[in-house]
């Protein structure tokens, strides 16, 4: 055996088919493959092969991505021999030109002609929560934090140059102009998503603390020790969904308080190790499959009614599946799920009293909806979604929070629109975002999400723009 045919070995051992999961159980596998290795070596084997084997390409492109150059090859990213063995052939120029593709999924800018109303055009003070709001839109690689009345108090900003300077990404690639997700700590640090590309870490005055180069997408969350759960996604060959076309993975990635991996569990191999693996009877056969879009981790208070709701846990919403999830990381393992209640979902949280709220993106036909339920009974408790006389509808992005008040402040992202509504369903709060996007500032930018921080969240560093 050669060492070009040894190499193969080593990556192309599929741990998921023999049921391998920790260190020493995958050992017996690594020593079979390592010594194919070393015996490809020693025989003088294919030490200048006239095709370098799949992985090697794979692997050069993971090189590329993480030294912010573009590899000999012409997909971006970083690819790896996946879930199943790999073809013993180079990838295919079709099988490349996915890649580009996939790699360049996100979000656009903004998608709605801007109307001539923008910023707060209604704000009820007696009824309204009050709080500061988080602001992450299309516009631009940025983060403003502004009051109820609409004034700007301070603002984080970074752009992808700046982070990754000189780093190559296709010409089409949007997501490099504007965050996806932030995340603001009380001391004025940020956590920022650029979409599909990383994580930064960014203090009060906009410096960057660190850099995380996994390609980082829609969500975080952050724990009380300052370990930080992110969604990230690889492109993967996966032959047991299609012999040629390749697929994303979605993957929880576990990284330390000073952005180090620790460690990555697949969502994927996750179902599939589950009760819940019927699921995957839906899902496509390339591209990206799951399409995981928001991640929190449970505080452990639905954990006396329903174990799987344990402390630690994190609840997914995976869109391409209609399908609210509980993973347990430790496990690697879904615990529970439930779909039929939403189509193409964002924003799962838990609320107090072991409720749930979910934001129904295609409740109907031109309508979305937030839908609060009883998770184990699937009681629906209370909603609100649109109608002709209040249209409310994105078919893209949205979330939803409770607020302490009992309201609930909705994000309609495409149409760059956020409301506050009570229990009764009036709103009391409503932003238009002012801020635009497309050739010309013709579009509003899409309003990913605003968050409500609460009224005693410390400014002390805040600079009031």
Not at 157 to 185: C, I, K
Not at 275 to 292: A, M, N, Q
């Amino acid at each position: 055996m050669g060492l070009s045919a040894g190499v193969e070995m080593l990556y192309s051992v599929d741990m998921r088919r023999y049921g391998v999961r920790s260190t020493a159980r995958r050992l017996p596998w690594l020593l079979v493959a390592l010594a194919a290795f070393v015996v490809g070596l020693l025989s003088g084997g294919a030490l200048v092969a006239k095709r370098p084997p799949a992985y090697c390409r794979l692997i050069s492109l993971v090189s590329a991505m993480r030294s912010g150059t573009r590899a000999a090859q012409p997909a971006p990213g970083r690819w790896r021999p996946a879930s199943g063995p790999m073809a013993e052939a180079d990838l295919t120029e079709e099988q490349l030109r996915e890649v580009e593709r996939l790699m360049t999924l996100g979000y656009a800018a903004g998608t709605v002609v801007a109307g001539e109303t923008s910023g707060v055009t209604l704000h009820d003070t007696e009824l309204a929560s009050r709080g500061l709001n988080l602001v992450v839109s299309g516009h631009a690689p940025e983060a403003v934090l502004m009051d109820m009345n609409g004034r700007v108090l301070h603002t984080w900003r970074m752009s992808f140059e700046e982070v990754w300077p000189g780093r190559a990404l296709p010409r089409d690639d949007e997501n490099q102009h504007f965050w996806r997700r932030a995340r603001v700590t009380p001391e004025g640090d940020l956590f920022a998503i650029f979409e599909g590309l990383g994580l930064i870490k960014l203090d009060r005055d906009s410096n960057l603390l660190w850099k995380y180069d996994g390609l980082c997408h829609h969500d975080l969350d952050l724990l009380d020790d300052g370990t930080i759960l992110v969604l990230e996604r690889e492109p993967a060959l996966a032959p047991r969904f299609h012999d040629e076309r390749p697929i994303l993975e979605d993957y929880v990635a576990v990284l330390t308080a000073e952005g180090e991996l620790v460690r990555r569990v697949s969502i994927l191999a996750a179902l599939e190790d589950s009760h819940y693996e019927p699921l995957l009877v839906r899902v496509r056969k390339s591209g990206d499959i799951l399409h995981t879009n928001t991640i929190e981790v449970l505080d452990g208070s639905l954990e006396p009614d329903s174990p799987a709701f344990a402390r630690g846990n994190v609840l997914i919403s995976i869109l391409m599946l209609d399908t609210v999830a509980v993973l347990d990381l430790d496990e690697e393992k879904v615990v529970w799920a439930l779909a039929g209640c939403w189509r193409q979902q964002h924003q799962p949280t838990m609320l107090p009293g072991g409720r749930m709220l979910v934001f129904d993106n295609e409740a109907g036909e031109g309508v979305s909806r937030s839908v609060e339920l009883d998770p184990l009974s699937q009681e629906v408790l209370w909603s609100y979604e649109g109608s002709t006389a209040a249209p409310f509808y994105t078919p893209t992005c949205g979330s939803n929070q409770r607020l302490p008040n009992g309201n609930t402040l909705l994000t309609e992202s495409d149409n760059g629109r956020a409301i506050e509504v009570t229990p009764g369903r009036e709103i009391v709060w409503e932003f238009v975002s002012p801020y635009r996007a497309g050739d010309r500032g013709e579009l509003v930018a899409t309003l990913f999400e605003i968050v409500r921080l609460a009224p005693d969240f410390p400014l002390g560093w805040a600079q009031v723009d």
